[in-house]
Nanobody, 127 residues
């Protein structure tokens, strides 16, 4: 069964750090881009960061540049999202997804041709 599972969320104070994990099973993340997305209550889901496992490149939304870092280990079939200097506006359910590519269109980070969505993990940042 093809699955992605995001984990590592929690409740933290502003300025804190968290590291989310995205563990894949049933397929290899090696040929895919792992995208991180989030959805806050009452808002649409938005792209946050992506890592292209074929070339090892990353792309981040402007709102998280310099604070969030996507990484992965293909051998472990796992990706991570390191989140530093967290802000209350980062509060959301975070999801990972295997996509063909991520691209920035305007001020939006899009994940294209989604192969599989993982279950989300809640991140709550208090001021």
């Amino acid at each position: 069964e093809v699955q992605l599972q995001a984990s590592g969320g929690g409740s933290v104070r502003a300025g804190s750090s968290l590291r989310l994990s995205c563990t894949a099973s049933g397929f290899s993340i090696g040929g895919w881009t792992i995208g991180w997305f989030r959805q806050a209550p009452g808002k649409e889901r938005e792209g946050v960061s992506c890592i292209n496992n074929s070339v090892g490149s990353t792309i981040d939304h402007d709102s998280v540049k310099g604070r969030f870092t996507a990484s992965s280990d293909v051998a472990k079939n796992t990706a991570w999202l390191r989140m530093d200097s967290l802000k209350p506006e980062d509060t959301a359910v975070y999801y990972c997804a295997a996509v063909r590519e991520c691209k920035v269109v305007g001020d939006t980070l899009l994940g294209l041709s989604v192969y599989n969505w993982g279950k989300g993990t809640q991140v709550t940042v208090s001021s």
